[in-house]
């Protein structure tokens, strides 16, 4: 098989964890591999944070502090990770070259007291590259063949969108053209997250972004499969935390993972494997704790099993407003204005409804967005159209997700019904036409109780 595997920040948080790692692509060698490694656990928000304060402050202090903290994580993570002492030396020179770059580049930001979102790219690469030296000297010292390269080494070329850069259309071809007569050879190990103008000048694609590498490369190479290795079991059908019987799902959609993602279950976001979907390559989310475990597997399209619904989702820190108004029956052009105004205010909408009397508009947003959008909603409805603006942040929502309750009747009754049978008030509900899930709000105090009964009522504590 022809693989791509991805690891995380999480899954290469330290020496011991890097050695692990390459003890497991170890157990896949006879396949043909390629490797995409992202920053260890931390790195890029640090880096970030300390390069716009480094930009803020202008103190040199700053850029020492976290130079001394990379050297020493980075240097240490080497000593555990790579036992052979002379891999180590040179994994270890090119850590220090790196490092000092790094700290040329901090210096210069110091100075000049700012840092441009190309600057911030150049710094946030350092991450990744300081990652995969160490991984790959890992996975030789334990006798495999390996290289690490850059992004843009690996063929990964964009334009210039510093912070959120695409690939160009060529990208496709030339990282196949790279990569694929390095993969008959050894395991190459390529820096997630990072890639290049064709400059040369470096870019990234956006945070979290080295999912994207990985889907990228196996869509480029023509994967079997792309396996992301994360510290998690796969995707589960709620949040263990509150429902102790969650369970991981064998087998997913792209669909289903976009509605889950967008309803509070951030294993995989649909961005970062839409490639890998376009080009029909399986996704699988596995552990790296735990690599025996089957982990889920995403596939573009699922035939309807029995399982109509497949997980409970529940999003916190929300809040309600509720738009009424006598004026707005049969007004053209509420909706519009509502909505326009709350984009123009960069206001993010989770949820919309609207009574078919018209005289109600409910939307649900983010609560660290409630008073940008009654601000706006307030000035674009001066003359008295809207007369009632009300709101509650002390509510959750809660999504049902499975793209087979489609055309399936009675889904909408047994979530319902489920409710009222635990005594809870539903405030507002909504279901997207295309039935993918049915999403509606209750008070913040309901919300677990709401979350357990759903999971029980469609059984997904049971084996798929
Ligand atoms: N290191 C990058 C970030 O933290 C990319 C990634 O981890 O996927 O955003
Ligand atoms: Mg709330």
Avoid at 6 to 20: L, Q, T
Avoid at 62 to 87: G, M
């Amino acid at each position: 098989m022809r693989l791509v595997m991805k690891f995380g920040g999480a899954s290469i948080a330290d020496g011991e964890k890097i050695k692990w790692v390459a003890e497991l692509i170890n157990r896949y060698r006879e396949h043909e591999l390629v490797v995409v490694t992202s920053a260890l656990k931390d790195v890029t928000d640090h880096l970030l944070e300390r390069a716009d304060r480094v930009a803020d402050s202008g103190k040199l202090e700053t850029v020492q502090e976290l130079i001394a903290h990379l050297r020493n994580l980075h240097n240490d993570a080497a000593d555990i990770a790579i036992s052979d002492e002379t891999i180590r030396d040179q994994v270890s020179d090119e850590l220090d070259t790196r490092i000092h770059e790094l700290e040329q580049a901090l210096t210069g930001i110091c100075y000049l007291g700012e840092l441009t979102p190309r600057s911030r790219d150049y710094i946030s690469s350092y991450g990744e590259l300081l990652a995969a030296p160490i991984l790959s000297g890992a996975m030789r010292s334990i006798g495999m063949p390996s290289i690490h390269l850059t992004g843009g080494e690996a063929g990964i070329l964009t334009n210039s969108k510093h912070g959120a850069a695409k690939p160009l259309e060529t990208t496709y071809e030339r990282v196949c053209r790279k990569l694929v007569p390095l993969i008959a050879e050894c395991v190459p190990v390529v820096a997630g997250f990072i890639a290049e103008e064709e400059s040369g000048i470096t870019t990234t694609l956006g945070r979290g972004g080295s999912d994207f590498s990985a889907s990228l490369i196996g869509a480029a190479i023509h994967a079997d499969e792309i396996w992301f290795w994360k510290e998690v079991s796969g995707i589960m059908t709620s949040d263990p935390k509150i429902v102790p019987d969650a369970r991981t799902i064998p087998q997913v959609s792209y669909i289903e993972v976009m509605e889950l993602s967008y309803f509070g279950a951030k294993v995989l976001h649909p961005r970062a494997i839409e490639p890998a979907i376009r080009h029909d390559i399986p996704v699988r989310v596995l552990n790296t704790f735990d690599p025996d475990f089957a982990g889920t597997l995403v596939v573009k399209d699922q035939e309807q099993g029995r399982e109509v619904v497949k997980a409970v989702t529940v999003i916190e820190k929300i809040a309600l407003i509720n738009i009424s108004g006598a004026g707005m029956v049969g007004t053209i052009g509420v909706a519009a204005r509502v909505f326009g105004a709350l984009a123009d205010a960069g206001v993010n909408i989770i949820m919309i409804s609207q009574g078919s009397s018209e005289a109600n508009i409910s939307i649900v947003v983010e609560e660290s967005h409630l008073n940008l959008a009654m601000d706006a909603i307030g000035s674009e409805f001066r003359n008295g159209l809207v007369r009632e603006l009300t709101t509650n942040a002390d509510v959750c929502a809660i999504t049902v997700v499975g793209a087979g309750m489609a055309g399936i009747p009675g889904v909408a009754a047994r979530v319902f019904t489920a409710m009222g049978d635990n005594n809870i008030n539903v405030i507002m509900i909504s279901q997207g036409s295309s039935e993918h899930n049915i999403s509606f709000v209750v008070r913040s105090e309901d919300a677990k109780k709401a979350v357990r009964a759903l999971h029980s009522e469609f059984g997904l504590g049971h084996s798929f």
